[in-house]
């Protein structure tokens, strides 16, 4: 297989003038709460995205996807702001754009993080070229700042409202730990995630049933959410107890006061989950995975009938606990399952989705691997 370098060169006639890779990542415990100032519970897949860069000496932006061979597509960096039409190529122009870079450049995108999985591909992409545009234009932005950056560029370049999390461990993941992330004021804590040493295993499901989060289900739930905290007086669900959402329930339409309760207490279940692990308490932390998928799936109403399936079919088949994982609509489910138990697993779900027809999933497992870097 070409490495990056190669296509680059094939594609540009040049070699890149540096390369950058970050990682996707699957989110633990902590689903929809990163935008209300929440904690979450996330760690790096060994999947990542490579981006090859060279300056130019005009003010032209291409940019092309080894995935996608359709060519090159070519801008001028005047023109890069939002609001500026496109498809797949505006995470790379929002990068740009967001961290002010003033020079044109060629660019070449290699994703290997599945698209569509929940398993935040946009955020490895737009993480591997801030990235590398850090390094390359030494813009000195330390790891938190580039986190905003990128995701400055998904609100506010693609239209696309994400939280802080996927950006942040894309960037600041360390091997070996899932990260505990305050979305609040970006203070992390590595947390050690050793599930092999117990004879267990984080299985990924990916549903193939393929999510876009650009189509208004994602931006409703947090426009319900920022209502709550604007008609109970609170800077966001962060500030909310299950007590004090009780007593002003009839401030709030059902809709709101469900999407408030799934937020509050998914935050403590992130918090109870860190104490878990720090105990090596893996039924604990199952039963909290369970609760997360239940309240993503009736409070929050973003799961799918293939994650339901997906996390159903594998606690029948013996998991610890399972969950749905990403923005929802589709994507990718885990399992913690005792490794022994892990081929059968795969058997169950690969049965039950055929029997009613579904797509065919797909499997893999992940270690937490590190975060971005130039390579």
């Known amino acids: 297989m070409a490495t990056i370098s190669e296509k680059f060169g094939e594609l540009f006639n040049q070699q890149p003038d540096i390369i950058a890779a970050a990682p996707g990542r699957v989110n633990l415990i902590g689903e929809h709460i990163d935008y209300s100032g929440g904690f979450v519970l996330p760690f790096a897949i060994k999947d990542r995205t490579y981006v090859g860069i060279r300056k130019r000496n005009d003010r032209k932006i291409r940019i092309s996807s080894a995935q996608r061979g359709n060519g090159v597509i070519e801008v001028n960096l005047d023109d890069v702001k939002p609001g500026l039409t496109g498809k797949w190529e505006r995470y790379a122009l929002g990068v740009v754009w967001s961290l002010g870079v003033k020079d044109g450049i060629d660019l070449l995108i290699d994703g290997q993080v599945p698209i569509g999985a929940g398993l935040s591909s946009s955020a490895a992409l737009e993480c591997s070229i801030a990235t590398g545009l850090n390094q390359l ?77 650009v189509d208004g289900g994602y931006a409703e739930r947090r426009a319900s959410c920022e209502s709550v905290a604007k008609k109970l007086g609170v800077s966001s669900m962060r500030d909310l107890n299950m007590q004090e959402l009780e007593e002003q329930r009839q401030k709030l339409t059902e809709v709101e006061f469900i999407r408030a309760r799934h937020a509050i207490s998914e935050m403590s279940r992130v918090l109870d989950a860190v104490d878990a692990l720090s105990t090596q308490d893996f039924n604990l932390l199952g039963k909290l995975l369970n609760g997360s998928h239940a309240s993503l799936r009736d409070d929050y109403t973003v799961s799918c009938p293939e994650l339901n399936l997906a996390v159903e079919t594998s606690i029948n088949a013996g998991a610890l606990g399972a969950r749905m994982v990403g923005g929802g609509f589709g994507g990718s489910a885990i399992a913690l399952i005792d490794k022994n138990k892990i081929e059968v697993t795969r058997r169950m779900i690969q049965a039950a989705f055929n029997a009613v027809k579904f797509k065919k999933p797909r499997f893999f497992t992940s270690l937490p691997s590190q975060g971005a870097k130039v390579i």
Do not use: W
């Open 137 to 213: 234009f030494n813009l000195g932005f330390d790891l938190p700042t580039l986190a905003r950056l990128a995701q400055k560029a998904e609100n506010e370049y693609v239209g696309m409202p994400c939280g802080i999390m996927d950006q942040s461990i894309s960037l600041m993941a360390m091997a070996g730990s899932a990260l505990l992330l305050d979305c609040r004021d970006l203070t992390t804590r590595h947390i050690p995630f050793d599930v092999a040493a117990h004879g267990l295993e984080l299985l990924i499901i990916d549903t193939q049933a393929h999510h876009a989060l």
